[in-house]
């Protein structure tokens, strides 16, 4: 079995090889910009997960008030499916350090994979954002993490309650 990567704070000075990776992940990357403004902020959570020394992913999650919005996920496409994403959602719900917290994120609907890890860390779709994604006008999968569904997560349960989300509706992945 491999070994857990090490997570860490990402840096300023990650950035040449998070641009790397986001370049290989994504048919529309982040700007460098864009990644200097999420890490500038005082309350968000910026993660870089590494293997060998070698940084092969990262996370970038915002707090709004209560709520917090994980911006970007991605893992070098050569270290995708090795717990690399899964130990970047641990740490950060650790990090977080708030049972009572609420996550939401935006997915493709065709990016399969990234939902059922998701679901695994106790998200649920909850809506639909038409045509989100610019480069195909692809919907966006709205999905949320809350105590009730993470709860569900825990008890072995299919659902949780999205009931503490405002216009929240439940979205069945395929």
Request: some cysteine.
């Amino acid at each position: 079995m491999t070994e857990p990567p090490k997570i860490r704070r990402l840096t300023y000075a990650d950035l040449p090889q998070v641009l790397a990776i986001e370049r290989r992940a994504f048919p529309t990357p982040w700007s460098l910009a864009m990644f200097v403004l999420e890490l500038s902020k005082p309350s968000g959570i910026c993660l870089a997960a590494l293997r060998e020394g070698r940084l092969v992913g990262y996370c970038v999650c915002s707090r709004y008030d209560k709520v917090w919005h994980l911006m970007n996920i991605a893992v070098n496409p050569d270290f995708q499916r090795t717990g690399v994403a899964t130990a970047l959602l641990a740490t950060l719900e650790e990090r977080v350090g708030d049972e009572q917290a609420r996550f939401t994120l935006e997915v493709r609907q065709s990016n399969a994979p990234a939902i059922v890890l998701y679901e695994r860390h106790g998200f649920r779709g909850a809506g639909l954002r038409r045509r989100y994604y610019h480069d195909n006008g692809e919907d966006a999968l709205i999905m949320w993490s809350t105590p009730a569904t993470r709860a569900a997560r825990s008890d072995g349960a299919a659902d949780g309650s999205l009931d503490d989300v405002h216009n929240a509706r439940r979205i069945r992945s395929a």
